[in-house]
């Protein structure tokens, strides 16, 4: 790696850990942790929850549900509303903008080999490299299919980003070498999965949360 882009990497991590953790994050709100209900939407398995910054948790969704079996390209329109959502809800609770780079949240989710794996197997292991001599399935996609994913996502935000100029050419060139390299993976799905897994698990957790 270039020194350029390596000092914007660090500039990366610097920020987001320098970022105000003042907001509760769920750590892992995929399909089947959301209910809808007839009061609105519920979330269960905080498990993994944390006090953060919710950009972290809102560039969850551009990256496609990263640490879920379940990898979705949410559609722009959609992304658009939640992230308008997530922006005006923040303002309404503390009279401020939020704080943070969305860049920097997408940016930080790329280099995390764990979250090409599930939870089971997030052991220390360099699964980023690995990705690199072969693939594999977890969910409803494969390893290196998330990381196009989440290299795309990093190019187009980046585009006109001062701080992020060398990190939006790496990660344009590295999908582009990928997809001359291996062209046979298909972009993620933007449709929400509903097996019959998920329905019964949520079926059921609604009938717990709204009882007769």
Do not use: K
């Not at 699964?127 to 996502?153: K, P, S």
Request: glycine share 10%; aromatic share 6%; with cysteine.
């Amino acid at each position: 790696m270039a020194p350029a882009v390596r000092a914007e990497f660090d500039g990366v991590l610097d920020r987001l850990g320098r970022a105000p953790g003042n907001a509760l994050l769920h750590g892992d709100p995929c399909p089947g942790n959301d209910l809808y209900t007839r009061d609105g939407v519920r979330f269960v398995d905080f498990e993994q929850a944390a006090l953060g910054n919710g950009l972290t948790e809102l560039a969850y969704l551009r990256v496609a549900l990263p640490t879920c079996w379940c990898a979705t390209a949410t559609p722009s329109p959609l992304l658009r509303r939640a992230e308008e959502a997530y922006r005006a809800a923040w303002s309404t609770a503390t009279g401020a903008e939020p704080q943070g780079d969305l860049a920097d949240a997408c940016t930080g989710w790329l280099p995390r080999g764990d979250a090409l794996v599930e939870r089971a197997r997030r052991d220390g292991s360099d699964h980023l490299a690995r990705a690199a001599h072969r693939d594999w399935r977890w969910g409803t996609a494969t390893a290196r299919r998330r990381l196009l994913h989440r290299l795309g996502v990093v190019g187009e935000i980046t585009v006109g980003s001062a701080d992020l100029a060398g990190v939006g050419d790496l990660t344009a060139m590295m999908r582009d070498r990928m997809l001359d390299r291996w062209p046979t993976p298909q972009p993620l799905s933007p449709r929400r999965p509903s097996g019959r897994h998920g329905r019964r698990r949520t079926s059921v957790l609604r009938r717990l949360w709204n009882p007769p």
